[in-house]
């Protein structure tokens, strides 16, 4: 059975919230799953000790090179953070070292100014909602923007299926 999760992320990496900040969140977060037919199974601040990936599972796609916008491809992004960070193969999302050279031009990058063709991200907080129903897929511009406001800095969302 597969599960699936809305993650709130800080358009900072290295950026985190509040305790309380992330429980106003939270509770905002979880109040938009609040319609009929909508359902969340649970919505929770994760706080990370070091830069921590989030991907998106099953949606993940291709990656490419922001400066000369080469594919770079999945097996190239997994060997590196596999090569570098080998407590991701246990599950272990903190990766910590975000720097990287391109194998296409060379080019010195971090992991999050590659371009992903489905929005992954790096964080050391997330706000996560698994296993939710909604009648819209992502949240509005709006609801990222009032989650950003009640957390004190922007946020991004990735939709993540395992």
């Known amino acids: ?11 900072d990496p290295e950026w ?24 969340v199974e649970a919505v929770e601040p994760v706080f990370y000790d070091r830069v921590a990936l989030i991907d998106g599972g099953e949606y993940m796609a ?43 031009c060379g080019a010195a990058l971090s992991l999050p100014e590659l371009r992903y063709e489905d929005p992954i991200g790096f964080a050391r907080f997330e706000v996560s909602a698994r296993d939710w129903t909604r009648a819209e897929w992502e949240l509005s511009d709006e609801e990222l923007a009032e989650v950003g406001r009640l957390l004190g800095h922007p946020v991004t969302q990735v939709q993540t299926r395992y």
């Not at 059975?1 to 358009?11: A, E, K, Q, W």
């Not at 309380?20 to 037919?37: C, E, I, K």
């Not at 953070?81 to 050279?101: F, K, M, Q, S, W």
């Open 1 to 11: 059975m597969s599960v699936s999760f809305i993650r709130l992320i800080p358009t």
């Open 16 to 39: 985190q919230p509040t305790a309380d900040a992330a429980a106003g969140a939270v509770r905002y977060v979880a109040g938009l799953f609040a319609g009929p037919g909508d359902r």
């Open 62 to 104: 291709e990656v490419f090179c922001r400066r000369c916008g080469a594919a770079l491809g999945l097996d190239w992004f997994w060997e590196l953070l596999l090569a570098r960070h080998p407590g991701l193969a246990d599950g272990d999302p903190r990766i910590g070292n975000l720097e990287v050279t391109v194998p296409c």
